[in-house]
C-alpha cells in the first residue's frame, strides 16, 4: 500500500509541475500559488493520509466535486484516490482552496518553515482532525473529518479544548468555528461509546464525563467573542452549545437537531438552561425532548440562530462581515462579551455539572446501549 501512494505522490507532483490552471476566486489565487509552491520544499514526506487529503483537495480546488466514475475494486491506487477525492463532498472550489493552502500551511510549520499568509494558530500546533489558522485577526478551527460529517471523537474534544485554549491567548480578536465539508458537525462521534477502558463501562461514562464537562467549559469560559459558521447540518452537541456562542450564523442549508431521547441521553452543552432561555420552554423541549429537527430559518426565528445566509454566497457574505467586525477595538469586544455573560457564568458551570452527572447514568443504561447499536447495526446493513 505504501508503494501505491508513493505512486499517488508522484502522480500528484507531476500534475502540479505539468498543468496550469485557472482560479476564479481572486483573494486565493496568490495563496493556492504559494502553497503549491510550497508543497515543493516540504523536506519530509508528509504521509500517506496527508497525501492523500493533499491530492483531494488540490482535485476539488481544481476541478470542483468528484464526477468521474469510481475505479474498478483491483485498481487500488485510482480506488483510494477516488475515495479521498469523493469524501470531499459537494465542497466548493473555494473552500478546498482554503484547506488545500491551510493543510500545506501546517505541514510547512510543522517542519519549521515560514508559513503562508493563513498560519496556523499560536505556535504552530498541528492537530489530526482540526485546521487551525489564525488570518485577519480570526482564528479559525475547523472541524476536519468531513468523511464522518465531522462526528467529534474523544482525541478531537482534546484537540478543540486546546485549540479554544491557544485562541483564548492569541492575538485574534474573533473566534470561529465552523465545518469542513458539506456538515457543519454531527455531534458526538458514536464509535466513542465502543471504545470500552478497561475499568468497564462505568470507567468510560466517568471519562467521558470528565471530558464533557471540561469541553463546556471552556466555552463557557471562553473569552472573547465566539462565532459559529454553521455551514450545513449541525447535530448533538454541536447545537446545543450554540447558546454559548456570542453570534451563529448560518447557510440555509444547516438543520439543528439534537436527537437526545431517540439515543437513551439527555441534554448536554448548557441547552438545558441556555434553550428554555433562548425560545421558551415549549420550543425548547420540542428539541430536546421529542427530537424536533429545525431548518436554519426555524432556528433563527427562535433565536438560536443570528443570521441565515444563502449557501450560494453563505461564505463570502459572512467573512466579510466577520474581518469587518474583526477591526473593531478588541479590548472593548472582549470585555463587553465578559460583561454580557458575567452573570451566567456560576449558574452555567452548575448547569454543566448537573447536565454531565446525568449523562453518566444514562450512558450505562440499556436505553443509551441499546440506541448506539442500533445505529451501527443500520449502517452495517446498508
Ligand atoms: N458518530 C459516528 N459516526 C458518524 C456519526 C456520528 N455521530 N455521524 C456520521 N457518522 C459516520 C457514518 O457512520 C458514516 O460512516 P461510514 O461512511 O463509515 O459508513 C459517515 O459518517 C457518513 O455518514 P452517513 O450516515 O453515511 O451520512 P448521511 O448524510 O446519510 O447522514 C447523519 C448523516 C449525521 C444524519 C447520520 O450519519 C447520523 O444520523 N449520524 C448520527 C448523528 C447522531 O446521532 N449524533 C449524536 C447526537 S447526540
Redesign the pocket.
Known sequence: ANRELSCCWMFLTFFRLGVKFHIFAAATVEQFEQAKNKLSTLKNDPGNEAKLKIYALFKQATQGPCNTPKPGMLDFVNKVKWDAWKSLGSISQDEARQQYCDLIGSLVTAEGGTTLAAKPAGSGTTYETLLVTTEDDITTIKLNRP???N?ITTEMYNDIIAALEQAAKDDSVITVITGAGD?YC??????NFTKIPEGGVDEMAKQGGDLLRKYVKAYIDFPKPLVAVVNG?A???SVTVLGLFDLVYATDRATF????S??G?SAEGCSSYTFPKIMGSAKASEMLLFNKKLTAAQACGLGLVTEVFPDSSFQSEVWSRLKAYAKLPPNSLALSKQLIRSMEKDRLHAVNNAEVERLMERWTSDECFNAVMS??QA?AK?
Open positions: 468523511a464522518k460529517k462526528a456538515f454531527s455531534g458526538n462521534d458514536l464509535s447540518p447535530v448533538g452537541i437537531h439534537t436527537p437526545f431517540q439515543l441521553q445505529f451501527f449502517k446498508l
